[in-house]
Nanobody, 124 residues
Framework: QVRLVESGGGMVQPGGSLRLSCVVS????????LAWFRQAPGKDREFVAA????????LYADPVKNRFTISTNSAENTAYLQMNGLNPDDTANYSC?????????????????WGQGTQVTVSS
C-alpha cells in the first residue's frame, strides 16, 4: 500500500507564493513518477507538473511554466511544488499522485496512488 499526504496549502494574496509538500510512505515504487494535479470547483481535474524519481526529468502544464517548480527529495520520499506569482486562477485543491515507471504523464488516469489534497486559495 502506498500513502501520499499533502501539506502546505492555504490562502495567499495575488502575486504571493506557497510551497506544497507530498510525503510518500508505504511500498516503494520502482522508478516512480510523482505529479501534482489540481481541481477548481466546477472544473475538471487539471495536470500541473510531474517529476521522475530522482528529479532528472520534469514536465509542466503551460499555465504554470516559469511560475511553479516541482522538485523531489528521494531520500525523504517527498515531492515539493514551489508556486510563485500566484493568481486567482490558481485557486484549487491540489493533489499529489504517484505511479511506477516512466514516462512522465499528464493524464490523471496513468496515476493510481493519490493523496487527499490541500486547498490553495488566491484572493485579495
Amino acid at each position: 500500500q502506498v500513502r501520499l499526504v499533502e501539506s502546505g496549502g492555504g490562502m495567499v494574496q495575488p502575486g504571493g507564493s506557497l510551497r506544497l509538500s507530498c510525503v510518500v510512505s508505504g511500498r516503494a515504487l520502482n522508478n516512480s513518477v510523482l505529479a501534482w494535479f489540481r481541481q477548481a470547483p466546477g472544473k475538471d481535474r487539471e495536470f500541473v507538473a510531474a517529476i521522475s524519481h530522482y528529479g532528472v526529468s520534469t514536465l509542466y502544464a503551460d499555465p504554470v511554466k516559469n511560475r511553479f517548480t516541482i522538485s523531489t527529495n528521494s531520500a525523504e520520499n517527498t515531492a515539493y511544488l514551489q508556486m510563485n506569482g500566484l493568481n486567482p486562477d490558481d485557486t484549487a485543491n491540489y493533489s499529489c499522485a504517484a505511479k511506477s515507471g516512466k514516462p512522465l504523464n499528464s493524464g490523471s488516469h496513468f496515476y493510481y496512488y493519490w493523496g487527499q489534497g490541500t486547498q490553495v486559495t488566491v484572493s485579495s
